[in-house]
């Protein structure tokens, strides 16, 4: 959808020019309208992935709870959308416990 792509853009936009505030405010967009959208397949693939680049944001804003929270829902539809031994699931696995030991 047209929201999609808008949000899309400029949160591409956002990280090219270092303005993470702004990022992490699309990237909050675009999960909560992929939740919406794919409500029926709440492990998509691109959720998924999505959800990687929130953790990281949400990192970055101070908001380490949050981060885990994205990072633990990213892993497990990893898990299911690229299979439990993908490297995709090893990083975002590795990235989780990181984050659950308290270090970013």
Sequence with gaps: TLRYEAEGRCL?????????????????????????????????????????TLCDL?????DAAEARRQMEACAEAVAISYGA????????????EELMSGGS
């Design 58 to 62: 949400e990192l970055e804003s101070g």
């Design 85 to 96: 031994k993908s490297a995709l699931r090893a990083a975002a696995r590795e990235r989780w």
């Design 12 to 52: 591409s936009a956002a990280l090219l020019c270092g303005d993470n505030a702004a990022a992490l405010e699309c990237c909050r967009a675009l999960v909560a309208f992929l939740e919406a959208a794919l409500a029926h397949v709440p492990a998509h693939a691109l959720l998924a992935l999505q959800r990687f």
